[in-house]
């Protein structure tokens, strides 16, 4: 038992939302006689699921900072609109569209964090009559019509990492993609030990250490093979190596920056943190800007799986999104929250709704599941802190991001 604590840093009855989601995994797998970790299954959880996952990694930053953000999927749904009118319209190249639906989506979000940081009206508020406004303008834009996007733009959304070199019934791309992961993770938490020893920070020792990253560097490994071993022509998916490159991106702001300590010290107690010196305002305004641009990528990946966009692209995706964060450990008041967190909650939603769709449970009482599940989750978080225990995604950073990025809002403000 005291080897369980270690390896899992706390409490071995709180080995968080990744054991709940290898216990999802395993219960669908029997339930459904091993549909669920099908190769093909597997990638269209990734391919079906990353714009949500994407839009998370904002949201969190948002909640963290203690704001709400309703408008994104309104949001991300007049990005693609206007999209894919410029292509289909205008003729421009898919590349130069990606980059005008980025450029939307820091507009939008300028907007909405001008009236959050500058005017003081609270977010939910301006991101409410967000979502109204852009989805009239949406249906405005694009006359509630259907708008086809070009095949080369697809690729963002439904398209494979290519095949390179020889022929061994895997995609090579996707298994090196694995390895080199789980090789810079072990020199990552080698190099992190290293430098606690030269500062005189005390550091584990023995097998137990290793056992941590083992484990994820076999599960990245076994998720490489089973994407790698689909039917020829599929591999790893280009939007979960959009999704992978941002989480490694926004995991080393959130944790190893300035910027994000000044984030989490906002959230924690805005008036502790300007004393120490942290401009709250800007934080507020990057973080509601930094959202919008990732709910207009969101979009655009989502329009380029469907090959098209349309008139209720986006309906209902914020609460998705705010279900990912909370299920993955923010809290409600700010000051909480990772984005490993924030993914791995979306991912337990995302094998939920798969399991239930493959056992045949119709789209109403998946609603009532996922909003149980939701409960659960955040209930569990509020009972263990209650507990003055760590959250239930605290350990998922620990010697993995070099410090835990769960603390109060005080700590980090003092920190700052």
């Given at each position: 038992m005291e080897k369980l604590k270690q390896i899992f840093g706390g409490d071995t009855r709180q080995f968080g939302m990744i054991f709940a989601l290898v216990a999802l995994i395993v219960l669908f797998q029997i339930l459904t006689g091993g549909l669920t970790l099908k190769p093909e299954n597997v990638i269209?959880?990734?391919?079906?699921?990353?714009?949500?996952?994407?839009?998370?990694?904002?949201?969190?930053?948002?909640?963290?900072?203690?704001?709400?953000?309703?408008?994104?999927?309104?949001?991300?749904?007049?990005?693609?609109?206007?999209?894919?009118?410029a292509m289909r319209d205008w003729g421009i190249p898919w590349w130069l569209g990606i980059v005008l639906g980025l450029v939307i989506g820091a507009v939008v979000g300028a907007w909405q964090g001008f009236w959050v940081s500058v005017v003081g009206?609270?977010?939910?508020?301006?991101?409410?009559?967000?979502?109204?406004?852009?989805?009239?303008a949406n249906q405005f834009v694009?006359?509630?019509?259907?708008?086809?996007?070009?095949?080369?733009?697809?690729?963002?959304?439904?398209?494979?990492?290519p095949e390179v070199g020889p022929d061994t019934g895997y995609?090579?791309?996707?298994?090196?993609?694995?390895?080199?992961?789980?090789?810079?993770?072990?020199?990552?938490?080698?190099?992190?030990?290293?430098n606690q020893r030269k500062i005189g920070i005390e550091v584990e020792t023995g097998w137990v250490v290793w056992v941590r990253p083992a484990l994820i560097c076999v599960a990245i490994l076994a998720a490489s093979m089973l994407m790698a071993s689909g039917r020829k022509g599929t591999s790893l998916p280009v939007s979960a190596l959009i999704l992978g490159v941002l989480v490694l991106?926004?995991?080393?702001?959130?944790?190893?920056?300035?910027?994000?300590?000044?984030?989490?010290?906002?959230?924690?107690?805005?008036?502790?943190?300007?004393?120490?010196?942290?401009?709250?305002?800007?934080?507020?305004?990057?973080?509601?800007?930094?959202?919008?641009?990732?709910a207009a990528l969101g979009g655009?990946?989502?329009?380029?799986?469907?090959?098209?966009?349309?008139?209720?692209?986006?309906?209902?995706?914020?609460?998705?999104?705010?279900?990912?964060?909370?299920?993955g450990g923010a809290a409600v008041s700010g000051g909480v929250g990772t984005v490993v967190g924030s993914v791995i909650g979306g991912l337990v939603m995302a094998v939920l709704n798969n399991g239930l769709q493959l056992l045949g449970v119709g789209a109403d009482q998946t609603q009532i599941y996922k909003g149980l599940v939701?409960?659960?989750?955040?209930?569990?978080?509020?009972?263990?802190?209650?507990?003055?225990?760590?959250?239930?995604?605290?350990m998922l950073m620990k010697n993995f991001g070099g410090r835990a990025t769960e603390g109060t809002g005080e700590k980090a403000a003092q920190e700052a």
């Open positions: 269209n959880i990734f391919q079906g699921n990353s714009y949500i996952l994407v839009m998370a990694i904002g949201m969190v930053l948002v909640i963290i900072a203690g704001h709400i953000d309703l408008s994104v999927g309104s949001v991300a749904a007049f990005a693609g609109i206007v999209v894919a009118i009206i609270p977010a939910f508020i301006v991101t409410l009559a967000g979502m109204l406004i852009f989805r009239g694009g006359h509630s019509n259907t708008v086809p996007v070009p095949n080369d733009f697809q690729v963002i959304g439904a398209g494979y990492l995609n090579n791309l996707t298994l090196l993609l694995g390895v080199l992961l789980c090789v810079a993770i072990v020199v990552g938490m080698v190099r992190n030990r290293r991106l926004y995991g080393f702001i959130s944790t190893r920056t300035i910027v994000g300590r000044h984030v989490y010290a906002v959230g924690g107690n805005r008036h502790a943190a300007e004393l120490s010196g942290v401009r709250s305002r800007r934080i507020n305004f990057l973080v509601m800007m930094n959202m919008s641009i990732l655009m990946m989502f329009v380029a799986r469907s090959n098209a966009s349309g008139p209720f692209d986006g309906v209902g995706w914020e609460l998705d999104v705010i279900a990912a964060v909370f299920i939701l409960l659960a989750a955040v209930a569990f978080d509020v009972y263990n802190k209650s507990q003055g225990r760590r959250s239930i995604t605290g």
